[in-house]
């Protein structure tokens, strides 16, 4: 059902892109992860699950794992891994757990990417946000909504923009002015 693998240094155990066919349990050695050639992290602790979600999910791996030491590991195919785990509740719980930390890892580095938008970013989403409000108003065309970005440049120039600051700008006349000014303050 399930193979003890011993793995000389320097071997690749799982290769990114490839199938996944089954799921790992580090039972010695240090082991490297790389994605796309760069190397992500390494990990020695006996126990450890790796290869779990392409086995579980029969899609490609996501990474590369190599052994950086010598290594032995337990092998559990797809076919045999609900049986293995039947048998064995503990390695169950214990796939449960390292899924469960890894989308608690992965949210809060999302979480965090999102706090720390460049400000391009964060520009164009302001933009993008603005386009779509301009483009609900009736009687504003592609002219004036470049010339209200051309003079305001963000929305909330736009929200804090005065009655006269927006009768200023070219081919906005008063009636629009005041019509974008009463939608803008609503916000």
Do not use: C, W
Request: proline share 4%.
């Amino acid at each position: 059902m399930n193979n003890i693998l011993e793995i000389p240094p320097g071997q690749v155990i799982i290769k990114q892109e490839e199938p996944g066919n089954g799921f790992y349990v580090l039972l010695s050695g240090n082991l490297d992860v790389y994605r796309d050639n760069v190397l992500l992290t390494s990990f020695h602790d006996r126990g450890t699950i790796f290869g779990e979600m392409s086995g579980i999910l029969n899609e490609p791996r996501t990474s590369t794992i190599i052994a950086r030491s010598f290594a032995k590991v337990v092998f559990v195919s797809s076919r045999d891994m609900f049986e293995f785990i039947h048998d064995t509740p503990d390695i169950g719980v214990k796939v449960i757990k390292t899924l469960a930390k890894r989308l608690v890892r992965t949210s809060k580095k999302f979480v965090s990417r999102s706090d720390t938008l460049s400000p391009e970013i964060i520009e164009m989403r302001g933009r993008r946000i603005k386009e779509n409000m301009l483009d609900n108003i009736k009687g504003l065309g592609p002219a004036r909504r470049r010339a209200l970005d051309l003079q305001f440049e963000t929305i909330d120039n736009l929200k804090n923009a005065s009655l006269d600051e927006l009768k200023s700008v070219e081919g906005i006349g008063g009636n629009m002015a005041e019509h974008l000014h009463s939608i803008l303050h609503k916000l």
